[in-house]
């Protein structure tokens, strides 16, 4: 895969076409999980007309979670997307996904969380918390931020019973009292807060576990179109930086997306949502991507994670990040001044 990494930007001989074009848009399919903080610019851009200033018309596909996202790649019902950094890497071991961005840092939006009556007693002693059962979602960012937070207690990553469930089935669970321990991520550790008098045990942030959200696009589709990929990026990019810029409606719109996805949060959810969840522009990512002697500060989370899933055996041996994870199509967009203004015009308001 590193030799397909370093033939991408050979790939297209034009250049990048002009942010706003004339011609008929190009389908491209986009993939997320819906009445998620991270995939929020791919509602502003459709509300904005942002796609149809690239040339680009999406094709949306969702899912309830990153593994079943994943493993539709094969069948090419998507070209681009966001997911869980988990997921990610998973794709790259076993479909040729390649991740081409960060959405969101939500290492403080992925959580152990307990019911209220028995929050006190385990923060004093986490001890309680062995032979318990944990309801989470396996092969995810959270499964990876609740044994990093197992371990920062004192306990094993296997002292718990680890329950897999949907998040949705997680939620019905504490709120019809038939669990007491959860592994959530936002909007529902909020949810459970209101919900079921659940509060926070431990954040991966707390456990020192770094969850960064994954852009990517499946390996062919950047050979095919690397162009696109880029297009994809820079109306990213864009989102975030409105968002920035226009704190107030881009919460209004915000709810608006979560409702549409099936979830209702409370406006004080949503003011969580953008306060817990760094975003990054441009060039922050070409920074945070770009390597040294040593890598990367991306290749450094992605290789935690990637030691994860294969500690719990997921996956036999971990990925060297620099064979999935590449900067070349953030680089289009920095390259091409239309582009890069498209994207970063927020940055200066």
């Not at 034009?14 to 706003?20: E, T």
């Not at 794709?91 to 081409?100: E, H, K, M, S, Y």
């Not at 986490?126 to 931020?145: E, F, H």
Request: proline share 6%.
């Amino acid at each position: 895969m590193k030799r397909l990494i370093a033939g991408l930007l050979a790939a297209a001989s034009i250049g990048l076409a002009a942010p706003a074009v004339a011609q008929t848009p190009t389908p491209i399919g986009v993939s997320y999980q819906p009445s998620l903080y991270w995939a929020l610019p791919f509602h502003y851009a459709t509300v904005k007309g942002w796609w149809r200033e690239v040339g680009l018309a999406p094709n949306f596909t969702t899912f309830p979670a990153g593994a079943p996202q994943i493993a539709a790649a094969p069948s090419r019902s998507w070209d681009v997307g966001g997911t869980g950094s988990v997921p990610a890497v998973l794709g790259a071991v076993r479909f040729n996904i390649l991740t081409i961005g960060i959405t969101n840092d939500e290492s403080k939006t992925n959580a152990m969380m307990v019911r209220g009556e028995r929050f006190d007693a385990v923060r004093a002693n986490p001890q309680l918390l062995r032979g318990q059962r944990l309801l989470l979602t396996t092969n995810s960012t959270v499964d990876y931020a609740a044994r990093k937070c197992l371990v920062s207690m004192g306990l094993a990553a296997n002292d718990m019973q680890f329950v897999n469930l949907g998040q949705a089935q997680i939620i019905t669970a504490l709120t019809s009292n038939n669990g007491d321990f959860a592994g959530v991520w936002a909007p529902n550790t909020y949810t459970l807060e209101e919900r079921a008098n659940a509060r926070y045990l431990c954040s991966g942030a707390e456990a020192g576990a770094i969850v960064p959200g994954a852009l990517v696009v499946r390996a062919d589709f950047a050979r095919e179109r690397p162009d696109d990929v880029a297009k994809f990026l820079a109306v990213y990019l864009r989102g975030w930086s409105w968002a920035k810029a226009n704190p107030a409606e881009a919460r209004a719109l915000a709810l608006d997306f979560y409702k549409q996805g099936g979830l209702e949060v409370s406006p004080r959810a949503m003011d969580q949502e953008f306060a817990l969840r760094p975003t990054f522009g441009l060039d922050e990512q070409l920074r945070m991507m770009a390597r040294g002697a040593s890598g990367s500060t991306v290749d450094g989370w992605f290789g935690e994670i990637g030691k994860f899933i294969t500690d719990v055996g997921t996956i036999p041996t971990n990925p060297a990040p620099a064979s999935y994870i590449s900067d070349d199509f953030l680089k289009r967009v920095a390259a091409d001044a239309r582009l890069r203004a498209f994207a970063t015009e927020f940055d200066r308001r």
